[in-house]
């Protein structure tokens, strides 16, 4: 088992950055492909980014592609998400999600992620 632990958040300003990191204690960490999620305020969760154990393979939804970009270093046992040209909508409670997996692959669903971090707050003023 893994567990996870968001950090990073906090107020930026429409136009700012914010860097979300994920670490993970427990199974090693690489065994594991890797996700971010979000909810916003009165909404469901949703798919941010997504990595493989590896790394090499990155997704992302239309929404964030561009501003966002998701990475690991497994030496560290750490995840990131570095949020740039943030805006408004934005703003919610950001998740990191692990599944083990066996090959390169990455989810968008969250049904797919057994693990879950407690979330870190981002909002993002105008």
């Known amino acids: 088992q893994v567990q996870l632990v968001e950090s990073g958040g906090g107020l930026v300003q429409a136009g700012g950055s914010l860097r979300l990191s994920c670490a993970a204690s427990g199974r090693t960490f690489s065994s594991y492909t890797m996700g971010w999620f979000r909810q916003p305020p009165g909404k469901e969760r949703e798919f941010v980014a997504g990595i493989s154990r590896s790394g090499r393979t990155t997704t992302y939804p239309d929404s964030v592609k561009g501003r966002f970009t998701i990475s690991r270093d497994n030496a560290k046992n750490t995840m990131y998400l570095q949020m740039n040209n943030l805006k408004p909508e934005d703003t919610a409670v950001y998740y990191c999600?692990?599944?083990?997996?066996?090959?390169?692959?990455?989810?968008?669903?969250?049904?797919?992620?057994?693990?879950w971090g407690q979330g870190t707050q981002v909002t993002v003023s105008s």
């Open positions: 999600a692990a599944r083990i997996v066996n090959d390169a692959s990455v989810y968008r669903s969250s049904n797919e992620y057994a693990y």
